[in-house]
Structure formats: structure tokens, C-alpha cells
């Protein structure tokens, strides 16, 4: 290797670099993704386990770039948490998606929530309910068609905090559930004065529904607690037949999942709606 010459000394830099210089190139382009729309959303339905309809979609950011192709949001959002970066992406979520969901029903679709997942610092930020009011002002959506997605792990770091926020934002008229259900811990007593409509029940419980009887009872206890709270309860991350039976079984309220869609496009939501209202 000695011909290499002195040039090449990187030739034998250690591997050490190269995550650490794949980080540092991502976050530059994240920082310039928003400014060349790099991003864009898609929805996944919510469907009512009784009568099999799409209330509600559930917006997720997709990344777009131009070169390295498309880019998982467990990737860059947990990078974007950390720069900072999801303030204004995650505003630019909370506007496209009040948009679009406006626009779906301008073009005479049933109206239905856009539920919107909401990150830590984003949560933390103090323009929060000012964003959350400039969305739904500049898209003309009402309130009542917004719905956050909070996870239970960012309530449970500071619950007086969180409970102070929710009810701001539940005074807006926008509605508010926690994401990722089972996995933070909540006490029964915090979570009764939580101001929220609905639970999601963390996919992680889910994927072995069918066989695995840790997963069943933790469903089912979700369950019935959202019962006695007088919450809905919705079931992520639904792929099998088996899973739909179990939920069915235990009268869980909704569920949302593969087995229904994928998440896709704007454009693909209108045709599954239509198709869905096709009777
Ligand atoms: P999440 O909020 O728990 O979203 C559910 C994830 O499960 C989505 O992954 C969805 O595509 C996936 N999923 C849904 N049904 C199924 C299923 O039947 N099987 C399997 N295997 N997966 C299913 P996605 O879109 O990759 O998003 C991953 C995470 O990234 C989200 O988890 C959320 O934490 C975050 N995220 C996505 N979009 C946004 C956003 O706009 N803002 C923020 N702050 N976070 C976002
Ligand atoms: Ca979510
Ligand atoms: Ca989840
Ligand atoms: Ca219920």
C-alpha cells in the first residue's frame, strides 16, 4: 500500500467514521429538505371495528430526497428531535395535513379526522397552541377535524406540564390521543385527568397478538381501562385476520394496520374512499 502515497492517508482512516459522517451529511440535507419540499405525507386510515368504516387518517411524513432516495421517518425524525429541526417540520405537518384534509372535504368527501403525531420538542415548544391555531386559520379546517397524536412517555416526563398543554389545546377544540399506549408507563390516577379521547394500543403488543398471551393481556387490559374511562381504543399496527378476531373478541373500538392500507398518498385515500363509500 505504500504506493498510495501520503494523499491517501484516509485510505486507512478506521471505520469509525462513517456513521459518524453519514450523520453529519444527513442532518445538512435535512436541513435543506424543507426549503426543497422534500417531504410530504401519507395517510393510513382509522377504521371502526363494528362498522368497518374509515373515520379518520393518520398523517406520516415520508422524506423524499432527491439522491439517496426515500428516507424512513424512524431515521430523521429522532435526528430532527435533536437539531431541533421537527419544530419547523413538524409545523409544516400540522399545515399540509389541516390542508389537505380541508381539501378532501371541499371535494365532497365525508368529513373525517387528520390525526397529527406530535414529537417531544415540538410539545415542549411555547408557539405550540399559536402554530396549532395559524394551521387551522390559514386551512379554514375546523377544530373538531384535528386530532394530536401524543405519545405516552412524553406525558409521563412531566405530567402537570403535559395535562396543562393538553387542556390549552382541548380548548381549541382540537382532540387529543396518546400514541404508543402500554409502552410509559401511566398511572391510572394520572391518566384519569388526562384530556383525551382515545388510546392506541403500541403496535409492539400487537405483532404477536395471535400466540403470545403476555401481548393478549396487555391488550386487553388497555382495553377495558379505555372502557371504564370512558375512552375509544384503537389497535395499531393490525395485519392478520387473528388479530382482527382478538380485538373483535375483547370489543375493541378500532384499529388501524396494514390489513386495512398501508399508508399512501393523498391521491390513494380519495380512491379507497370513494371505494369505501361505494355502496
Ligand atoms: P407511529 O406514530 O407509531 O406510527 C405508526 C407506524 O407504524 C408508521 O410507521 C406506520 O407506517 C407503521 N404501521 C402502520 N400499520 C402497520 C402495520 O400493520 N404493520 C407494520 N409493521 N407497521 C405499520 P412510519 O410511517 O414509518 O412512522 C414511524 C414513526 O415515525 C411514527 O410511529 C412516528 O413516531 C414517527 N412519525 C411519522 N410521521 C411523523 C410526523 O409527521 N411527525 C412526527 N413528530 N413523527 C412522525
Ligand atoms: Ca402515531
Ligand atoms: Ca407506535
Ligand atoms: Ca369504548
Given amino acids: 500500500a505504500k504506493e ?60 423524499k430526497h432527491p439522491t439517496l432516495g426515500l428516507i424512513s421517518p424512524m431515521k430523521f425524525i429522532p ?27 371541499d371535494s365532497g368527501l365525508p368529513p373525517m379526522m387528520v390525526c397529527v403525531n406530535v414529537s417531544a420538542r415540538q410539545f415542549k415548544d411555547s408557539n405550540l397552541i399559536s402554530r396549532v391555531v395559524n394551521a387551522l386559520a390559514d386551512s379554514g379546517l375546523e377544530a373538531q ?12 416526563q412531566n405530567v402537570e406540564i403535559a395535562v396543562a398543554t393538553m387542556n390549552e389545546l382541548q380548548s381549541l377544540g382540537v382532540q387529543i390521543s396518546i400514541d404508543d399506549f402500554g409502552t410509559g ?13 382515545r388510546l392506541k394500543i403500541d403496535k409492539s403488543f400487537i405483532n404477536d397478538l395471535a400466540t403470545d398471551e403476555d401481548d393478549q393481556a396487555v391488550a386487553s387490559a388497555v382495553i377495558s381501562l379505555g372502557q371504564k374511562l370512558n375512552l375509544r ?18 370489543n375493541c373500538d378500532e384499529m388501524q394496520g ?10 390513494d385515500i380519495m380512491t379507497l374512499l370513494n371505494e369505501d363509500r361505494g355502496d
Avoid at 426543497?36 to 406520516?60: N, W
Fill in 258 to 267: 396494514y390489513h386495512f392500507s398501508k399508508p399512501v398518498s393523498a391521491q
Fill in 185 to 197: 408507563y401511566s398511572s391510572l390516577s394520572a391518566l384519569k385527568t388526562f384530556p383525551v379521547v
Fill in 4 to 63: 498510495l502515497g501520503r494523499d491517501n492517508f484516509q485510505f486507512y482512516a478506521p471505520e469509525f467514521n462513517a456513521t459518524v459522517h453519514e450523520k453529519f451529511l444527513l442532518q445538512e440535507e435535512l436541513r435543506n429538505a424543507l426549503a426543497r419540499s422534500e417531504f410530504t405525507l401519507f395517510y393510513q386510515p382509522q377504521v371502526d371495528l363494528r362498522s368497518g368504516r374509515v373515520f379518520a387518517v393518520e398523517a406520516l411524513i415520508r422524506w
Fill in 145 to 156: 377535524y384535528l386530532e394530536l397524536e401524543v405519545t405516552e412517555s412524553l406525558i409521563m
Fill in 233 to 250: 381504543v384503537i389497535a395499531e399496527g393490525v395485519e392478520t385476520d387473528e388479530q382482527i378476531a382478538f380485538l373483535r373478541k375483547n
Fill in 79 to 105: 435526528m430532527a428531535e435533536e437539531t431541533g429541526l421537527i419544530v419547523p417540520i413538524g409545523d409544516w405537518v400540522l399545515h399540509e395535513a389541516c390542508r389537505q384534509n380541508k381539501a378532501w372535504q
